[in-house]
């Protein structure tokens, strides 16, 4: 008898829900999916322990899902990459030097997501060993609508979480419709698992009545989704009736790095950062700060009641965007609180500043709710 040909089994790093969408790509290609645990006190122990003291949270957390990978049995870990001046172009290389120092023969391959979609196809393509122009493009298609209709949910969670009368509910919900977006493999089964996720979470019962604030989320990319290094900062958020919207996405990131303008609906975000973060800054310096700024000009913009920036200690696009902040508040009346992540960041503390923040948000939205009656009462005499 022949033995089956053994399928490839490839890692990627934990960032949120983004492993659904990757691994329904590999599946399409007929490449096996190696989804690491997901990201714990245990990756981030191994992370730390191989990496330098003063690099960055995402880097550590990032290290131990590929040792974690490794350890389980993975044949590929494959690595996001990145031009410009954040460091985590330089990261590849980093981890991959540490993972030959730790004796492991893995192979390593990263994905260059600003190439576009030839980027992606080039990937898919040394992954397989197949050169299969229909077949990439189906791949490709079905990662990319997983992400967008990911982020969809991520929003109604948050809508519900928020007005939610049994807390707890909306999130058993998001897990039910979590699985049927995982469970579809064709464009035809996202559809129709998308309406049936949208329809679960409206299941959710919810006070309609209850005083809802909102507060946009931004910083560095993999803090701002990653539910494990922002310490579920939604949940902890939707607890006290706090709608959340995060402005750095996988989706965003897509618009600007990988759909073609012609597919392109709206401004982007990387758009919008040029023309609202002008004033304040007048070119890219690195990560995503430029976007950093111009989300609090957006929040503001907007009316929303408050903008959290998350960072990871020393990340240095993200410092400069902190320190710029202060010069907007002649133009941008909203309240800002600057969250530093890193492996020794304490629970107890951190939910202490996010309560004393939302205590500020609400007495500052009641008392501007005052102001405008009062001006009412006023304009009617």
Known sequence: MKKEN??????????????????????????????????????????????????????????????????????????????????????????????????????????????GLMGMY???????????????????????????????????????????????????????????????????????????AFAEMKKTSIDENR????????????????????????????????????????SSFLKDAIIPKLFRKGETHLQRAFRLAKPYLMRDIGGDSLECVSDVAYADERGIDGIIHISPFTCMPEIMSQNIFPAMRENCDIPILPLIMDEQTGKAGYLTRLEAFVDLMRRRKRKLSMQNNDKQVSMTK
């Open 211 to 250: 005083e809802v604030l909102h507060v946009d989320l931004t910083g560095e990319i993999y803090l701002v989704c990653d539910e494990f290094s922002n310490q579920n900062i939604t949940r902890e958020l939707g607890k006290m009736g706090v709608q959340t919207r995060r402005s750095l996405t996988i």
């Open 122 to 196: 080039n990937f898919l393509q040394e992954i397989s060993g197949k050169n299969d122009p229909i077949l990439f493009a189906r791949a490709i298609n079905i990662a990319i609508r997983k992400v967008f209709v990911l982020d969809d949910l991520e929003n109604l969670l948050s809508y519900y979480r928020a007005r939610e009368i049994n807390f707890g509910d909306a999130e058993k919900n998001y897990n039910k419709a979590i699985k049927m977006i995982k469970d579809a493999n064709t464009t035809k089964d996202l559809n129709k698992a998308k309406k049936l």
């Open 6 to 115: 053994k399928k490839l089994k490839v890692a990627f790093p934990h960032m949120g829900t983004v492993y659904i969408a990757w691994s329904a790509a590999l599946k399409k290609i007929g490449v096996e999916p190696f989804v690491p645990p997901y990201t714990s006190k245990k990756t981030l122990s191994l992370g730390t322990k191989h990496s330098p003291e003063a690099i960055c949270l995402p880097y550590k957390l990032i290290l131990g899902n590929f040792i974690e990978a490794i350890e389980g049995g993975t044949d590929y870990v494959a690595m996001i990459s990145s031009p410009g001046c954040c460091r985590l172009g330089e990261y590849g290389n980093c981890i991959k030097n540490a993972l030959t120092d730790l004796g492991y023969d893995t192979k390593y391959i990263e994905l260059t997501l600003y190439d």
